[in-house]
């Protein structure tokens, strides 16, 4: 079964900053667009930042714009997700999801996402 997996989450301290890592064992990330989702207790799923599968185009939720920066490295096969000036309401668990789309030119809407991961926690307490 093809998924991806989320790693780097933890526990930082307010304006701390941490990366986060999607990667693939079993295929290439080079042809799917990107895009990390977070969920906080008793909130719904949120999209929190996407980016296309030439890397060429990138999204940010208003809430972390300015903070967040994602990126890819195809030759690491790897999306990560810099978090910077972290805030408590930044706590929740984040996923990162694939979706094949090789020539898309901005990101795909959470629907067009197939492979998802399982998830890592970040907590931003003192």
């Known amino acids: 079964q093809l998924q991806v997996v989320e790693s780097g989450g933890g526990l930082v301290q307010p304006g701390g900053s941490l990366r986060l890592s999607c990667s693939a064992s079993?295929?290439?990330?080079?042809?799917?667009?990107i895009g990390w989702f977070r969920q906080a207790p008793g909130k719904e799923r949120e999209g929190v930042s996407c980016?296309?599968?030439?890397?060429?185009?990138?999204k940010y939720a208003d809430s972390v714009k300015g903070r967040f920066t994602i990126s890819r490295d195809n030759l690491k096969n790897t999306v990560y997700l810099q978090m910077n000036s972290l805030k408590p309401e930044d706590t929740a668990i984040y996923y990162c999801?694939?979706?094949?789309?090789?020539?898309?030119?901005?990101?795909?809407?959470?629907?067009?996402?197939?492979?998802w991961g399982q998830g890592t926690q970040v907590t931003v307490s003192s």
């Open positions: 999801a694939a979706a094949w789309a090789p020539s898309k030119a901005m990101c795909v809407t959470r629907e067009e996402y197939v492979y």
């Open positions: 079993r295929f290439t990330l080079d042809y799917y667009a």
């Open positions: 980016i296309t599968s030439s890397g060429t185009s990138t």
